[in-house]
Nanobody
């Protein structure tokens, strides 16, 4: 089992920045990819970014490329999502997920955190 706990969400004005953290615990040796998804009510969970845990290769959705940056600290077993130039449409609950492959398909991830709310005001 892998446990994921997100933190760092909150309210920020458009154009501002926020950094989310995802603490990974449990059977971390089975964590090959850590991803961030987001979801707004009534919509499907949307892929945001992913990182290969050991190789540090990164992947982004077109909607956040150039504004968001995913990283991880292996020693701290923590992944981060640095969000800049935030827009009101970035408002969502952000989830981190762990899986085997860097895919944008949410069902391919085995473990999920509880989510953290990010609200961007205009």
């Amino acid at each position: 089992q892998v446990q994921l706990v997100e933190s760092g969400g909150g309210l920020v004005q458009a154009g501002g920045s926020l950094r989310l953290s995802c603490a990974v615990s449990g059977r971390t040796s089975s964590t090959y990819v850590l991803a961030w998804f987001r979801q707004v009510p009534g919509k499907e969970r949307e892929f945001v970014a992913a990182i290969r845990w050991r190789l540090s290769s990164t992947y982004y959705s077109d909607s956040v490329k150039g504004r968001f940056s995913i990283s991880r600290d292996i020693a701290k077993n923590t992944a981060y999502l640095q969000m800049s130039s935030l827009k009101p449409e970035d408002t969502a609950v952000y989830y981190c997920a762990a899986g085997s492959l860097p895919t944008a398909q949410a069902p391919q991830y085995n473990y999920w955190g509880q989510g953290t709310q990010v609200t961007v005001s205009s």
